[in-house]
């Protein structure tokens, strides 16, 4: 988690200045990101998009979609990458009211393996790089190069 945390803030960082360059909220301000264990353990990278998307939330102020969930590992260049348990991770938002989830491109045939009454619902949204979560998470279109 602390590696996945770190390149989580660093692209951050980086996506943020394709939006507002003279933003500086992640680069100078001080900041820890706290993700318990508590009763589920914490072993993957699988929270990379929504910590990103976290801290793009934090540094530009604007709330994030209430009726999403995400997973996805995140690159340093912003790829998003597959990741496991899709059939668990889908039935756990579907059972907290969740109707939109955003994947990696890569876990489509994953997800499009599951039970139709799994998937019944559910907005799918596949994502190959961040910015296409970016899109996604704040409901609207980045003008970004990343």
Known sequence: MKESSS?????????????????????EGGMHMHIPEGA??????SAGISMTTSLLSYALKKPVRNN??????ITLTGKVLPVGGIKEKTIAAKRSGIDTIILPADNKKDFD??????????????ADYYRDVYDIAFGNKASTVL
Do not use: F
């Open 40 to 45: 589920t353990p914490k072993d993957g990278p």
């Open 113 to 126: 393996e599951l039970q139709e009454y799994i998937k019944e619902g559910i907005e799918v949204h596949y």
């Open 7 to 27: 390149i989580a803030h660093t692209y951050a960082d980086q996506y943020l200045k394709t939006l507002d360059e003279d933003n500086v909220v992640l680069r």
């Open 68 to 73: 999403l969930a995400m997973t996805g590992e």
